[in-house]
Nanobody, 121 residues
């Protein structure tokens, strides 16, 4: 089992910045990939950014150049630095962990509760 706790959401004006954090209950070295997804009202969940165990990052086209994902292995935490925020970034941001379960012989997905980000125009 992996527990994920997000923090750092809030209300910000367009053009502003926020930094989200996601603390995992296990060592990040036991997790294949961690990432951030978001779900806007009336929309499907979409990928924002992911980071692998080796530190490789991947971003949605809509956030490239504005968002940066990073990991702190000593704190078992990942961060999402969001700059130049736009009203269309408004959503619940969810932390995800993909971890291989040796007992089941397959990877499992774990999700946090989510943190609300609201960008006013």
């Amino acid at each position: 089992q992996v527990q994920l706790v997000e923090s750092g959401g809030g209300l910000v004006q367009a053009g502003g910045s926020l930094r989200l954090s996601c603390a995992a209950s296990v060592s990040l070295f036991t997790i294949n990939t961690m990432g951030w997804y978001r779900r806007a009202p009336g929309e499907q969940r979409e990928l924002v950014a992911t980071i692998t165990r080796s530190g490789g990052a991947n971003y949605a086209d809509s956030v490239k150049g504005r968002f940066t994902i990073s990991r702190d292995n000593t704190e078992n935490t990942i961060h999402l630095q969001m700059n130049s925020l736009k009203p269309e970034d408004t959503a619940v941001y969810l932390c995800n962990a993909d971890r291989f379960d040796y007992g089941l012989g397959r990877s499992l997905d774990y999700w946090g509760q989510g943190t609300q980000v609201t960008v006013s125009s």
